[in-house]
């Protein structure tokens, strides 16, 4: 079946470093979706890309889909302590029913030192 | 516009015994999404329901079962519980089920701890 892997699986950067987390899927994506959980907290959409080679930013945080919309990356400048949380993508793909589902990755736990 | 709704919030049981929870989606939403969260597995897709239908089924035996109403109220059902089935149950509800993804909005899930 489908897998998205998401490395590292845990990050421990000083605050102010930047940080980066990769989503590799094993099959071709429609799109791919990336969600922030706090401690203690649930999921959080942050944001959907969809093109092939899309680029997309969010004051501190840069969003890339791959050209093969197989891969993508999260890259935060210059962390700060509110960027602490465990950051998910999810690969959208089709299935048998002509919908689609989202298949999470494994996580990246980000922890900031002060 | 009320959040999604999980409840109830916490859980103990017994290995053994049966389960159920209940995620009520954000209004208009018909898409409910039920996912397993555990320290060593992440996020692991149980099932997908779209108006009434399943549409979507993960690799999870055959003891974790759902159903959606009419309202789209979704509830989960687990049953002969056992210990690995500990972990946070969370629900997503999301406008659409059709390609390309909505956005899922994930309720605060239930933590279910079986002793």
């Known amino acids: 079946g489908q897998q998205v892997m998401q490395i590292p699986q845990y990050q421990h950067v000083q605050e102010g470093e930047d940080f980066t987390t990769y989503c590799n899927s094993s099959?071709?994506?429609?799109?791919i979706q990336w969600y922030k959980q706090r401690p203690g907290g649930h999921p959080v959409f942050l944001i959907q890309l969809v093109k092939s080679g899309e680029v997309k930013k969010q004051k501190r945080l840069t969003f890339q889909f791959g050209e093969a919309k197989k891969n993508s990356s999260l890259h935060i400048t210059a962390t700060q302590t509110t960027d602490v949380g465990t950051y998910f993508c999810?690969?959208?793909?089709?299935?048998?029913?002509?919908?689609?589902?989202?298949?999470f990755g494994t996580g990246t736990r980000l922890t900031i030192i002060p | 516009k009320a959040g999604v709704t999980q409840t109830p919030r916490y859980l103990i049981k017994t290995r053994g015994q049966q389960v159920t929870l209940s995620c009520s989606p954000i209004s208009g939403h018909r898409s409910v999404s039920w996912y397993q969260q555990t320290p060593g597995q992440g996020l692991q897709f149980l099932f997908e329901y779209f108006s009434e239908t399943q549409r979507n089924k993960g690799n999870f035996p055959g003891r974790f079962s759902g159903r959606q109403f009419s309202n789209s109220r979704s509830e989960m059902n687990v049953s002969t519980l056992e210990l690995g089935d500990s972990a946070l149950y969370l629900c997503a509800s999301s406008l659409e089920a059709r390609s390309p993804n909505t956005e899922a909005f994930f309720g605060q899930g239930t933590r279910l701890t079986v002793v």
């Open positions: 999810a690969g959208g793909v089709g299935s048998n029913f002509g919908n689609e589902k989202l298949t």
């Open positions: 099959t071709t994506l429609s799109n």
